[in-house]
T-cell receptor, first 111, second 113 residues
């Protein structure tokens, strides 16, 4: 069965902290994605990766970076968390040109 | 570039009534279309997908959608709503050669007894 896991379901951080969100997939998928979801705005793509060590900016990359050192793991990094980064973060993975499979999400609150 | 418009941020139906969630897309090349469902505090789950085979696509939980090129639409339907269908539904579009999806803003389905 397809499985995408995220390191935390809920996270509370302080302004200025460095935050790491981890995502792991067990399907040997080439592609991995990070989205943020906000009420009324739907899902917006932050970054995606189509191979190990490869990354592409999505629609809203500002304030974020990513790391993919192994095929199964894709990390989202908030270098200096700000209150406007309070959101639900969703990770997904897919084979090339196929449907995406999503993790359960991490609800991040920055205070 | 592709785009998706979902008409209605909220749709309310009674249990047993027809469910119709609207999705219109814009794409300069033949699209791939998807419907996802999100239950509270969960990730997105794929309901169904259109990838240029049959225009009427059947998905999980009794949902189906019809691709209509002339209307640039991919509306989601279910003949009889259940309370368990209450969730947020997202339409998404992609094209061959691209792995990214463009999502609509979502429609919240409310089901009353």
């Amino acid at each position: 069965d397809v499985k995408v896991t995220q390191s935390s379901r809920y996270l509370v951080k302080r302004t200025g902290e460095k935050v790491f969100l981890e995502c792991v997939q067990d399907m040997d998928h080439e592609n991995m994605f990070w989205y943020r979801q906000d009420p009324g705005l739907g899902l917006r793509l932050i970054y995606f990766s189509y191979d190990v060590k490869m990354k592409e900016k999505g629609d809203i990359p500002e304030g974020y970076s990513v790391s993919r050192e192994k095929k199964e793991r894709f990390s989202l990094i908030l270098e200096s968390a700000s209150t406007n980064q309070t959101s639900m973060y969703l990770c997904a993975s897919s084979r090339q040109y196929y449907e995406q499979y999503f993790g359960p999400g991490t609800r991040l609150t920055v205070t | 570039a592709q785009s998706v418009t979902q008409l209605g941020s909220h749709v309310s139906v009674s249990e047993g009534a027809l469910v119709l969630l609207r999705c219109n897309y814009s794409s300069s090349v033949p699209p791939y279309l998807f419907w996802y469902v999100q239950y509270p505090n969960q990730g997105l789950q794929l309901l169904l997908k259109y990838t240029s085979a049959a225009t009427l696509v059947k998905g999980i939980n009794g949902f189906e959608a019809e691709f209509k090129k002339s209307e640039t639409s991919f509306h989601l339907t279910k003949p009889s709503a259940h309370m368990s269908d209450a969730a947020e539904y997202f339409c998404a579009v992609s094209v061959w050669g691209y792995s990214t999806l463009t999502f609509g803003k979502g429609t919240m389905l409310l089901v009353s007894p």
